[in-house]
Protein backbone atom coordinates (compact mmCIF):
# COMPACT_ATOMS: atom_id res chain seq x y z
CA UNK A 1 0.00 0.00 0.00
CA UNK A 2 0.68 3.66 -0.82
CA UNK A 3 -0.24 6.88 0.16
CA UNK A 4 -0.82 9.47 -2.81
CA UNK A 5 -1.90 13.22 -1.89
CA UNK A 6 -2.23 16.23 -3.34
CA UNK A 7 -1.89 20.13 -1.87
CA UNK A 8 -2.10 23.61 -2.98
CA UNK A 9 -1.36 26.49 -1.05
CA UNK A 10 -0.94 30.29 -1.60
CA UNK A 11 -1.82 32.59 -4.80
CA UNK A 12 -0.04 33.95 -7.68
CA UNK A 13 3.62 33.14 -8.89
CA UNK A 14 4.20 32.43 -5.24
CA UNK A 15 1.90 29.53 -4.67
CA UNK A 16 3.29 26.01 -4.28
CA UNK A 17 1.30 22.74 -5.56
CA UNK A 18 2.93 19.54 -4.05
CA UNK A 19 2.18 15.64 -5.31
CA UNK A 20 3.74 12.85 -2.55
CA UNK A 21 3.65 9.39 -2.79
CA UNK A 22 4.45 7.87 0.72
CA UNK A 23 5.64 4.08 0.90
CA UNK A 24 7.34 1.14 1.97
CA UNK A 25 11.24 1.24 0.99
CA UNK A 26 10.54 -2.10 0.08
CA UNK A 27 7.85 -1.90 -2.44
CA UNK A 28 6.88 -0.09 -5.68
CA UNK A 29 7.36 3.60 -4.18
CA UNK A 30 11.26 2.96 -2.82
CA UNK A 31 11.64 1.48 -6.43
CA UNK A 32 10.22 4.46 -8.24
CA UNK A 33 12.04 6.81 -5.66
CA UNK A 34 15.47 5.00 -6.79
CA UNK A 35 14.22 5.15 -10.26
CA UNK A 36 13.58 8.81 -10.12
CA UNK A 37 17.28 9.54 -8.45
CA UNK A 38 18.94 7.57 -10.69
CA UNK A 39 17.72 8.78 -14.08
CA UNK A 40 17.69 12.84 -14.06
CA UNK A 41 16.48 14.57 -16.80
CA UNK A 42 17.21 17.30 -18.95
CA UNK A 43 15.47 20.65 -16.12
CA UNK A 44 14.33 17.78 -14.03
CA UNK A 45 17.08 16.34 -11.10
CA UNK A 46 15.37 14.65 -8.96
CA UNK A 47 17.59 15.08 -4.98
CA UNK A 48 16.82 15.01 -1.37
CA UNK A 49 15.06 17.07 0.76
CA UNK A 50 17.16 18.40 3.38
CA UNK A 51 16.72 20.14 7.06
CA UNK A 52 20.48 21.53 6.30
CA UNK A 53 23.03 20.08 4.40
CA UNK A 54 24.37 16.33 5.72
CA UNK A 55 20.74 15.98 7.30
CA UNK A 56 18.24 14.44 4.93
CA UNK A 57 14.78 14.84 6.19
CA UNK A 58 13.25 11.28 7.25
CA UNK A 59 11.56 9.51 5.81
CA UNK A 60 13.93 10.05 2.96
CA UNK A 61 12.09 12.75 0.35
CA UNK A 62 12.78 12.79 -3.37
CA UNK A 63 11.98 16.52 -4.20
CA UNK A 64 11.44 16.24 -8.11
CA UNK A 65 10.97 19.54 -9.71
CA UNK A 66 7.68 19.88 -12.11
CA UNK A 67 8.84 22.51 -13.64
CA UNK A 68 11.91 22.95 -15.39
CA UNK A 69 14.53 25.54 -14.15
CA UNK A 70 13.77 28.54 -16.12
CA UNK A 71 16.67 30.80 -14.80
CA UNK A 72 19.61 31.13 -11.67
CA UNK A 73 16.41 32.84 -9.65
CA UNK A 74 13.77 29.59 -10.19
CA UNK A 75 16.74 27.40 -9.75
CA UNK A 76 17.43 29.25 -6.11
CA UNK A 77 14.05 29.17 -5.20
CA UNK A 78 12.99 25.99 -6.39
CA UNK A 79 16.53 24.59 -4.56
CA UNK A 80 16.13 26.84 -1.53
CA UNK A 81 13.29 28.15 -0.60
CA UNK A 82 10.76 25.23 -2.01
CA UNK A 83 13.09 22.53 -1.14
CA UNK A 84 12.91 23.74 2.85
CA UNK A 85 9.40 24.48 2.78
CA UNK A 86 8.74 20.80 1.52
CA UNK A 87 11.44 19.66 4.34
CA UNK A 88 9.60 21.32 7.05
CA UNK A 89 5.94 20.60 5.65
CA UNK A 90 7.54 16.58 6.22
CA UNK A 91 9.00 17.46 9.79
CA UNK A 92 5.25 19.08 10.87
CA UNK A 93 3.38 15.91 9.13
CA UNK A 94 5.81 13.63 11.66
CA UNK A 95 5.20 16.28 14.44
CA UNK A 96 1.46 15.87 14.30
CA UNK A 97 1.27 12.40 13.46
CA UNK A 98 0.28 12.25 10.16
CA UNK A 99 3.47 10.04 9.34
CA UNK A 100 4.35 7.12 11.87
CA UNK A 101 7.53 7.90 13.69
CA UNK A 102 7.87 4.25 14.45
CA UNK A 103 7.14 3.53 10.92
CA UNK A 104 9.78 6.35 9.12
CA UNK A 105 12.79 3.77 8.52
CA UNK A 106 10.60 1.55 6.48
CA UNK A 107 9.13 4.30 4.37
CA UNK A 108 10.23 6.64 1.31
CA UNK A 109 8.63 9.85 0.01
CA UNK A 110 8.39 11.53 -3.10
CA UNK A 111 7.41 14.86 -3.13
CA UNK A 112 6.37 16.64 -7.18
CA UNK A 113 6.65 20.51 -6.80
CA UNK A 114 5.40 23.13 -9.49
CA UNK A 115 7.76 25.93 -8.33
CA UNK A 116 6.17 28.83 -10.78
CA UNK A 117 9.14 30.32 -12.73
CA UNK A 118 7.89 33.60 -12.47
CA UNK A 119 7.97 33.14 -7.69
CA UNK A 120 9.86 36.14 -6.35
CA UNK A 121 8.95 35.92 -2.60
CA UNK A 122 11.40 33.31 -0.63
CA UNK A 123 9.92 33.69 2.14
CA UNK A 124 6.29 33.50 0.99
CA UNK A 125 7.38 30.47 -1.00
CA UNK A 126 8.70 28.24 1.90
CA UNK A 127 5.63 28.83 3.84
CA UNK A 128 4.00 27.56 1.17
CA UNK A 129 5.57 24.56 0.44
CA UNK A 130 5.52 23.41 3.73
CA UNK A 131 1.42 23.71 4.16
CA UNK A 132 1.18 22.11 0.48
CA UNK A 133 3.78 19.36 1.56
CA UNK A 134 1.23 18.63 5.06
CA UNK A 135 -1.74 19.12 3.18
CA UNK A 136 -0.78 16.76 0.76
CA UNK A 137 0.62 14.43 3.16
CA UNK A 138 -2.74 14.47 5.30
CA UNK A 139 -4.78 14.28 2.26
CA UNK A 140 -2.90 10.86 1.62
CA UNK A 141 -3.41 9.60 4.92
CA UNK A 142 -6.96 9.80 5.09
CA UNK A 143 -7.79 9.03 1.63
CA UNK A 144 -9.00 11.99 0.53
CA UNK A 145 -11.02 13.16 -1.34
CA UNK A 146 -13.76 10.79 -0.91
CA UNK A 147 -15.31 10.01 -4.42
CA UNK A 148 -17.98 12.18 -3.24
CA UNK A 149 -15.70 14.87 -2.54
CA UNK A 150 -14.84 14.80 -5.94
CA UNK A 151 -18.01 15.04 -7.70
CA UNK A 152 -18.64 18.42 -5.78
CA UNK A 153 -15.78 19.60 -6.47
CA UNK A 154 -17.33 19.94 -10.55
CA UNK A 155 -16.96 21.45 -12.84
CA UNK A 156 -13.15 21.01 -12.59
CA UNK A 157 -11.04 24.05 -12.86
CA UNK A 158 -7.95 25.16 -10.79
CA UNK A 159 -6.43 28.46 -10.57
CA UNK A 160 -5.16 28.46 -14.07
CA UNK A 161 -8.48 27.76 -15.85
CA UNK A 162 -11.83 27.75 -14.70
CA UNK A 163 -15.19 27.21 -16.92
Known sequence: MYQVGEGFAGAGADAAHVNTVLGLREGPVGTAWATALATPSAGHTPFLAVVRPNVPVQPPTLFVNKAAIANDAHGRLTW????????????????????????????VLIAAVWVDPGAS?????????????????????????????????????NPYFSP
Open 121 to 157: DAATVFDNNEVATLAALAAGRDGRPTLAETFEALPPR
Open 80 to 107: GAAQAGVAAGVLAALRAGVISETAVREL
